[in-house]
């Protein structure tokens, strides 16, 4: 009965001894809380990546990728369609399709690298991340809209 007289607000007024230990459990709480927001909002590093890397920008041989007519400021489907026009013009229409394909296949045995390897000219091969950075941003995109 005593749990439920608290809950509700029914505990008559105690002695200044309770009301002590009750301040004090509720400051202990209220200090708990504002340490863990507090924690949170401390910027952590996170496998030891530069502090300046933006997940927001495509990259392309360690470099950032300056895509023509867009920016950092242009909405991220902007981006994601330039890129898309990108990786066309880089590779030719026919060999992004196949590629883009097969590594968005998700029913694939898992050997959808080597297979892209194969398609590619080594001298294109260094755009196999930039094609798993577009898949990757068209997926969080679809899944935030």
Known sequence: MG????LNNEVAAGDEA????????????TRV???????AAKKH??????EDSD????VLDGQTLCLPNCDAGHPLMSRIESLR?????????????KVYRLMDDVTDDGDAISKVEALLPSSQHHYIPVISQLIVCEEYFNSTN
């Open 3 to 6: 749990l439920h007289r608290f």
């Open 55 to 58: 997940p927001t920008k495509f």
């Open 45 to 50: 590093e996170d496998f030891g990546d530069a």
């Open 18 to 29: 309770d009301t002590d230990k009750r301040e004090k459990e509720y400051t202990s709480v």
């Open 33 to 39: 809380i504002d340490d863990a927001l507090n924690d």
């Open 85 to 97: 026009m990108f990786l066309e013009q880089a590779l030719g229409d026919s060999n992004f399709f």
